[in-house]
């Protein structure tokens, strides 16, 4: 296993240290990673096995140049084309790739940029994932904010101009149950016009519960379509349960959700395979629920709290770039968003040609908005935050920003019906 | 041109034949719409408005402009008709243009719904403009169920394909007596101009002139075609030989 990612803690007991070691070096101590635990409902769906036929067949080194030139000359990219374009025989075409991606764009969101801001509730998490700020063995400061706290947050977040919310958790069902997640739902509609969510996946109906709470999008990140892959990086907790966190989507959309969002964390495992995979979990799901708003990110791994060494190994910027320009030509009205993980001057420039939603005013920490936004030094306690962002431009800062590069920033687009 | 040659919309009088669509807004498009393509209705998105104090579109809309607030976002009749009425609420007049798409990738809209939508708004007293797929029976529908008008697409929204489905809009201005206007798809001038010297009432564009690189002078080209095309309508084309010469000995000429 990567070394990259281990690490232990003096403040763990014996037993939790023994536990760990044990979870990490012996295969045999962890739980099946793709048997459904009690309680996870199990769809019928053949979306799973569609996209994992077309990723496990994948071989991106038989893809030349003139694959990569007949797909830039396609109209309609197909799936075969979209395989050229993610292998490394498309990188010479980053450029044309990028014009192509731009044009794309423009046709189905002309120059608009939408903002919108995460807010973490609760940083409590129940799973131990090796590369997370937030696993149960990393000692961090734990919190999790009450309903006026919450609202505190919100009003903050909404005073700054912010239109949109996405509500973060750590996955720990025993804090931040479903029910704590939809009264925060409802306090969000009454500061925002938009509510999504990002939170350990949960079963149909209690999704449909926190769509009538106010929420209507769904992300969740699979970090890798690569099972193996993930049965090692996974390692304990309701997350290692691979296929459940695959049917989230679904189930969400199934319970009435307006829409979701999908991504592999870049640099955990082959990403090629992963970027295919995100974006034909997207494709199938489109086809089989078409009224349904599908989005795509991209976030590559980042350093956390405890350790500095995590980093997306082969994915650099241009890697990045050409991920999201194949996905843009590819499924041309899906919505691109690039986090604060990536740098200003890649925002910026990303922006002009794939990415159609960014975040701005970010803090991945539990309740320290007003500090961050105004400088005040907040009574109560703080939550340590999930990883370390990169660009950290404020609300203001990135709407000036956008409009100086001649697009044009919206804060919502979206009514709840 | 006829200084009587108007555009009626549900007992509405408008002399320009261009309409501003939703899709890609910013406050330049409102502005060289109004002022370069001379129009008289911009659409709005209900839920392109539903924002607070940053850039209200209805902060931007000049005045003496007809507002046209659209359903877009609505996936079924119900919620087409809560957001009219939230259009309503909203101060945004009588009108309003119902588009509901069960489809996010060609947005292309459901006549079914929109049939079902349109009588129920119609009732209430909004002038309907339903935005449909060009099919005859659909549209006689809807002029039952109490349009103002037709507006069926040219090809999918944002393509700028212009007149994918001409033979079929056609058919629509030839059978249906409300005013035929060509929604979606229209790309450039050109296409404008044809569809209005086939007889359609007015063009809806938008994706056009937002990408164009000059887009005070795209919106008066726009202008310019649209009235070129009614004029050439109005006029009565001549013989347009769509193949081959016609004799010039005629065919009846034994009959005596």
């Known amino acids: ?17 023994e536990k760990k070691h044990r979870l990490e070096t012996d295969p045999s101590s962890r739980k099946s990673h793709m048997e459904y635990m009690p309680g996870m409902e199990q769809i019928t769906s053949d979306v799973m096995e569609k996209v994992m036929s077309q990723m496990n067949s994948y071989d991106y080194e038989k893809y030349t140049a003139k694959d990569v030139k007949a797909a830039l000359e396609h109209e309609t990219c197909s ?21 192509k991606a731009k044009i794309e ?81 409802k306090l969000a509609r009454k500061y925002f016009r938009m509510v999504g969510l990002e939170i350990y996946p ?23 379509y690569d099972s193996d892959k993930y049965e090692t990086l996974h390692l304990m907790g309701h997350k290692r349960v691979w296929p459940y966190r695959f049917e989230a989507q679904e189930r969400a959309l199934m319970a009435g959700m307006r829409g979701a969002g999908f991504s592999a964390l870049l640099g955990l495992s082959d990403f090629r395979k992963d970027a295919l995979a995100s974006a034909l979990h997207v494709y199938y799901l489109q086809r089989k629920y078409p009224q349904a708003e599908l989005s795509l990110s991209c976030p590559r791994l980042r350093p956390i709290i405890n350790n500095d060494k995590i980093n997306p190994l082969d994915v650099g910027e241009k890697q990045l770039c050409q991920v999201l320009c194949a996905y843009r030509i590819f499924l ?24 159609t939603k960014v975040s701005a005013g970010v803090s991945t920490g539990i309740g320290d908005h007003e500090s961050k936004y105004t400088g005040k030094e907040e009574d109560g306690e703080q939550g340590d935050e999930q990883f370390e962002i990169n660009d950290g431009r404020s609300f203001q800062k990135m709407y000036e920003d956008i409009s100086e590069e001649g697009l044009q920033p919206v804060l919502n687009d979206y009514l709840y019906v | 041109m006829k200084t009587k040659d108007k555009l009626v919309i549900g007992g509405h009088e408008f002399d320009s034949r261009f309409i501003l669509g939703s899709g890609k807004y910013s406050m330049k498009l409102i502005e060289a719409a109004v002022r370069d393509a001379g129009a008289q209705i911009i659409t709005l998105a209900v839920r392109r408005a539903n924002t607070k104090d940053h850039e209200n579109i209805l902060d931007y809309i000049p005045e003496g402009v007809t507002l046209l607030p659209n359903t877009s976002g609505a996936r079924n009749a119900q919620e087409a008709v809560r957001i009219a009425r939230l259009a309503r609420e909203l101060g945004c007049g009588n009108f309003v243009k119902v588009e509901i798409m069960r489809d996010s990738k060609y947005l292309l809209p459901d006549n079914q719904e929109t049939i079902k939508a349109t009588e129920i708004l119609a009732k209430e007293g909004f002038v309907v403009m339903p935005y449909m797929y060009p099919d005859l029976n659909a549209a006689r529908d809807l002029v039952n169920a109490g349009a103002a008008c037709v507006m069926p697409l040219a090809s999918p929204i944002g393509s ?58 795209m919106a008066a080209a726009f202008r310019q075609a649209i009235e070129a095309g009614r004029k050439a309508y109005l006029s009565g084309l001549g013989r347009v030989l769509t193949r081959g010469a016609s004799a010039s000995d005629p065919l009846t000429g034994f009959l005596h």
């Open chain 1, 105 to 185: 764009t423009s046709k189905h969101f002309g120059n608009t940029v939408y903002l919108f801001t995460p807010l973490y509730i609760a940083n409590y998490c129940e799973n131990y994932c090796v590369y997370c700020g937030f696993n149960c063995y990393n000692h961090i400061n734990r919190m999790q904010l009450n309903m006026e706290q919450i609202a505190h947050e919100m009003k903050v977040i909404a005073d700054s101009g912010m239109e949109e919310i996405l509500i973060l958790t750590g996955e720990s069902r025993a804090k931040s149950d479903v029910k704590y997640i939809g009264e925060a739902c």
């Open chain 1, 1 to 17: 296993m990567e070394n990259q990612f281990l690490i232990d803690s003096e403040y763990l007991s014996a037993e939790a240290l």
């Open chain 1, 332 to 355: 041309p009205f899906v919505g691109i968003t690039v986090s604060s993980r990536e740098s200003e001057i890649f925002r910026n420039g990303i922006v002009k040609i794939a990415a």
């Open chain 2, 160 to 217: 700028n394909k212009g007149l994918a489905t001409k033979e079929f809009i056609q058919i629509l201005i030839d059978e249906i007596d409300l005013p035929i206007i060509v929604d979606a798809g229209i790309g450039k001038p050109s296409q404008a101009c044809e569809a209005m010297e086939m007889g359609a009432a007015a063009i809806m564009a938008n994706t056009a002139l937002a990408t164009a690189g000059d887009l005070p002078m």
């Open chain 1, 79 to 99: 799936i075969e084309d979209f395989k050229a374009l993610l292998s490394p025989a498309a990188a010479p075409f980053l450029e044309q790739m990028a014009q």
């Open chain 1, 202 to 224: 949960v079963n149909t109906n209690e999704y449909r519960y926190l769509h009538e709470c106010g929420a209507d999008y769904v992300t969740v990140f699979q970090e890798t």
